[in-house]
Each structure stands twice: as C-alpha cells, then as structure tokens.
C-alpha cells in the first residue's frame, strides 16, 4: 500500500497528520502538486511535481496507483477513478468514498455544478474545522490498522 496525496488544496493539518502516519507505520506516502511542497525529512515521504493545468495531477495519481493504494482528495471524479482501479479514496474531511456511494456524490457534485452554472448560489462547504479534523485521523487510522492487520 501506497499513499497518495492530491496535495495542491489539502489542507495542511491533514498534511502534518499524514506525515506522522507515515513515519508510524513505515507506509510510503507521495504527496503530488503542481507547485514545489516542502515536506519533513523522511525516507517514507516524497513529493512528486506535476506540470500546471486542468486535472495533471489527478491524472498523474490515476496512472501511477495500484490496487490498495489510499488516495486523500476532495476531488469526487478522482475518487471515482481511484475506486475503479481497486483504490480506495479518502477525503481531507475524512469521507470514505465507496463502491457504494460513489455513484450519488458523483450526480450530487454535477447536480450541483449545474446549479452553478446557472447563477444559483449553492454556497460551499463549511470551514475546515477540528471535527473534520478528528474525523480524518479517525478514518486514516481504521484504513492503516485494518491495512496491517492484512498484511
């Protein structure tokens, strides 16, 4: 297992908790970015720049991952790519993205772009907070014990 990181718009409380995981478990974490990203010295974490532009480094994960590789993105048609490769996707608010509930957050996400485009304002998500916080380091924690437990 490897684990990938849609890093240009990952927060960085989830960065640093991605970090610590890494160095715990000893698991290789790849952090890929269209913009050069300062990481902690580590034989565990790599960085991987991507050229600007629509969806490089989205492409670049989906090329790059294998079957029971993590993704951490916010991006749901990279999560759908992800799951279709046997990857499993994490979001930086610590939703699991699944075979089962892809599908709906996929029409949710272009029903509301729709919206969008037509002048409605849909607002966005709320701030970033401790509960999402907590909840990813949750959810990070079942995936990893349940990784090693299988290994």
Same mark, same amino acid.
């Given at each position: 297992m490897k684990i990938w990181v849609d890093a240009d718009a990952c927060p960085v409380v989830i960065k640093e908790i991605l970090f610590r995981a890494a160095e715990r478990t000893a698991i290789e974490l790849i952090l890929v970015a269209n913009q050069v990203l300062h990481t902690p010295p580590s034989r565990h974490i790599k960085t991987l720049q991507v050229p600007?532009?629509?969806?490089?480094?989205?492409?670049?994960?989906?090329?790059?991952? $294998? /079957?029971?590789?993590?993704?951490?993105?916010?991006?749901?048609?990279? /999560? /759908?790519?992800v799951i279709e490769k046997g990857g499993?996707?994490? $979001?930086?608010?610590?939703?699991?993205?699944?075979?089962?509930?892809?599908?709906a957050r996929l029409n949710m996400r272009d029903f509301m772009d729709t919206?969008? /485009?037509?002048?409605?304002?849909?607002?966005?998500? $709320?701030?970033f907070g401790q509960k999402d916080r907590q909840t990813f380091a949750n959810n990070l924690d079942k995936l990893l014990t349940t990784y090693e437990k299988g290994a």
């Amino acid at each position: 297992m490897k684990i990938w990181v849609d890093a240009d718009a990952c927060p960085v409380v989830i960065k640093e908790i991605l970090f610590r995981a890494a160095e715990r478990t000893a698991i290789e974490l790849i952090l890929v970015a269209n913009q050069v990203l300062h990481t902690p010295p580590s034989r565990h974490i790599k960085t991987l720049q991507v050229p600007r532009g629509f969806n490089v480094a989205d492409d670049e994960i989906v090329k790059r991952i $294998s /079957a029971g590789d993590l993704v951490i993105t916010s991006d749901i048609p990279l /999560a /759908a790519e992800v799951i279709e490769k046997g990857g499993q996707a994490l $979001s930086p608010r610590g939703e699991l993205h699944t075979t089962e509930n892809i599908g709906a957050r996929l029409n949710m996400r272009d029903f509301m772009d729709t919206l969008r /485009a037509s002048g409605v304002d849909t607002g966005g998500p $709320s701030a970033f907070g401790q509960k999402d916080r907590q909840t990813f380091a949750n959810n990070l924690d079942k995936l990893l014990t349940t990784y090693e437990k299988g290994a």
